[in-house]
C-alpha cells in the first residue's frame, strides 16, 4: 500500500510540471550578485558597473576596497603587494586570520598572505594599470567571488568591515 502511494505521488509530480510554467516576463529574476553570494559590503558602485558591463572597472574598484579595508585594519598605509604581505605576515600579523601558533595554523596564515598578496597583484594591479583589459561578465563574477572569500575570512577572524 505505502507503495503505491509512493508510486502516485511520484507520477503527480511528474505530471504537475506540465501545468507550472513560468513566464519569463513576469518570473523574478535574480540577479548575479545573488546568485555568486557576493559580499554585501562592497561599494554599490562595483554592482553599478557591474550591471552597465563594465566588468574590469567593477573588479578593480572591489579590489581597491579590499586593499583599503585592509590597510585601515593593520593600521598601515602600504597598499598592494606589499601591504598583503605586511598586514599579514605568519610570523607577526597585523591581521591574524589564525591564532598562528600551531605549524597548520602558520600555514593557513602563510597561505592566506599569499592570496591576498598574489590577488592584488595578478587582479586589482592589472586593471589599474592597462586601458583596455575586457573580462567577460563570468571572470567578473569569479574576480568578485574571490573578493567575497577574502572579505568573508577576514570577517570570520573576527574584524569587522565597514561598508562604504
Do not use: W
Not at 519569463?24 to 559590503?41: G, I, M
Not at 597548520?104 to 597561505?111: F, M, R, S, T, Y
Amino acid at each position: 500500500m505505502i507503495l503505491n502511494d509512493i508510486d502516485n505521488f511520484e507520477r503527480i509530480c511528474r505530471e504537475a510540471v506540465r501545468y507550472a510554467t513560468i513566464d519569463s516576463t513576469t518570473a523574478p529574476s535574480v540577479h548575479p550578485f545573488e546568485v555568486r553570494e557576493v559580499h554585501f559590503v562592497l561599494p554599490i558602485v562595483v554592482r553599478k558597473l557591474f550591471d552597465n558591463g563594465h566588468y574590469s572597472q567593477a573588479t578593480f574598484e572591489a579590489f581597491k576596497f579590499l586593499d583599503k579595508e585592509v590597510s585601515r585594519l593593520s593600521g598601515e598605509s602600504e597598499t598592494g603587494f606589499k601591504l598583503m604581505m605586511k598586514a599579514f605576515s605568519e610570523d607577526s600579523p597585523l591581521i591574524a586570520l589564525t591564532a598562528c601558533k600551531t605549524v597548520e595554523e602558520k600555514d593557513e596564515q602563510h597561505g592566506y598572505r599569499f592570496i591576498f598578496a598574489g590577488s592584488s597583484l595578478a587582479i586589482r594591479n592589472p586593471r589599474g594599470h592597462l586601458y583596455s583589459l575586457i573580462n567577460s561578465p563570468d571572470e567578473c563574477l569569479d574576480h568578485l567571488s574571490l573578493a567575497s572569500l577574502l572579505l568573508r575570512r577576514i570577517e570570520t577572524a573576527g574584524f569587522t568591515l565597514l561598508k562604504p
